[in-house]
């Protein structure tokens, strides 16, 4: 068992949330039982993923996306009610974290897609409202073919990525920004990269990719978001003795 205090306090010296300019706020977001065994990890906090969640056990749910984002209706209805309604009937907590879960060197999302795919040398990228969110980085030994990446990036997010094959062979550079970051392409362009990769594309992106010269790629929303609360929930475990599950809930987005 461990305590939910000092768990969240951890993972917020860990993340430095109070860093970033977010859309949501990041930290506990529902307050459940004070002691935690089990900490169930996933991307989106939704309904699915609760009732899976408690059904493992878990006292404690940490996701990358909240409940609570700018700009949403406040009024407890409807889907907010019922995701709601089940933590606290169950007495289950809920934290997440956002950009903070992204940005992080050691087990960010985009760090961890950066040293999957093998890059070498990687560095701060793509500022967001004054702070860094991803990942540049190179590929070792003059680089690697497109097709060779494509492959690299299919089997790290297990899932065949929508890509724009526009850039140089061999690819050498790349920058990395999970989710829905296709504006991020314009800070690739600005730096030469070769590639850059991240979750959801945009309309806009097939020809900016075409006229710029760059390979853009789309592995997926869901798909690029696994990989930090997984490392959070592995953190955790060493840290606390807690026990952790992931719970996919694949989204083709």
Same mark, same amino acid.
């Given at each position: 068992?461990?305590?939910?205090?000092?768990?969240?306090?951890?993972?917020?010296?860990?993340?430095?949330?109070?860093?970033?300019?977010?859309?949501?706020?990041?930290?506990?977001?529902?307050?459940?039982?004070?002691?935690?065994?089990?900490?169930?990890?996933?991307?989106?906090?939704?309904?699915?993923?609760?009732?899976?969640?408690?059904?493992?056990? =878990? @006292? %404690?749910?940490?996701?990358?996306?909240?409940? +609570? /984002?700018? *700009?949403? &209706? #406040?009024?407890?209805?409807?889907?907010?009610?019922?995701?709601?309604?089940?933590?606290?009937?169950?007495?289950?907590?809920?934290?997440?974290?956002?950009?903070?879960?992204?940005?992080?060197?050691?087990?960010?999302?985009?760090?961890?897609?950066?040293?999957?795919?093998?890059?070498?040398?990687?560095?701060?990228?793509?500022?967001?409202?004054?702070?860094?969110?991803?990942?540049?980085?190179?590929?070792?030994?003059?680089?690697?073919?497109?097709?060779?990446?494509?492959?690299?990036? =299919? @089997? %790290?997010?297990?899932?065949?990525?929508?890509? +724009? /094959?526009? *850039?140089? &062979? #061999?690819?050498?550079?790349?920058?990395?920004?999970?989710?829905?970051?296709?504006?991020?392409?314009?800070?690739?362009?600005?730096?030469?990269?070769?590639?850059?990769?991240?979750?959801?594309?945009?309309?806009?992106?097939?020809?900016?990719?075409?006229?710029?010269?760059?390979?853009?790629?789309?592995?997926?929303?869901?798909?690029?978001?696994?990989?930090?609360?997984?490392?959070?929930?592995?953190?955790?475990?060493?840290?606390?003795?807690?026990?952790?599950?992931?719970?996919?809930?694949?989204?083709?987005?």
């Amino acid at each position: 068992m461990a305590d939910l205090v000092e768990i969240v306090a951890a993972l917020d010296l860990l993340l430095e949330p109070d860093g970033f300019a977010d859309h949501c706020p990041n930290g506990l977001q529902v307050q459940g039982r004070s002691e935690v065994r089990t900490i169930a990890t996933g991307v989106s906090a939704n309904l699915e993923l609760f009732e899976r969640a408690i059904q493992a056990g =878990a @006292g %404690l749910v940490l996701t990358h996306h909240g409940l +609570f /984002w700018d *700009g949403d &209706d #406040p009024r407890v209805v409807g889907r907010l009610h019922d995701r709601l309604q089940i933590l606290m009937a169950n007495d289950v907590s809920l934290a997440a974290y956002h950009l903070p879960l992204d940005g992080h060197p050691r087990v960010g999302n985009n760090a961890l897609i950066a040293d999957g795919l093998g890059c070498v040398d990687p560095e701060p990228f793509a500022a967001h409202r004054g702070r860094s969110i991803g990942v540049r980085g190179r590929f070792a030994s003059g680089g690697i073919p497109p097709d060779e990446l494509e492959r690299r990036i =299919a @089997g %790290l997010t297990g899932r065949r990525p929508l890509a +724009f /094959w526009a *850039g140089p &062979d #061999p690819v050498r550079t790349i920058g990395i920004v999970s989710g829905a970051a296709s504006g991020h392409l314009d800070d690739a362009i600005a730096l030469g990269l070769d590639a850059f990769m991240t979750g959801e594309p945009a309309e806009r992106v097939m020809a900016q990719a075409e006229e710029s010269g760059i390979h853009f790629i789309a592995a997926g929303h869901y798909a690029t978001e696994t990989f930090g609360v997984r490392a959070l929930g592995a953190h955790l475990v060493e840290r606390f003795g807690v026990d952790h599950v992931f719970v996919d809930v694949p989204n083709p987005i």
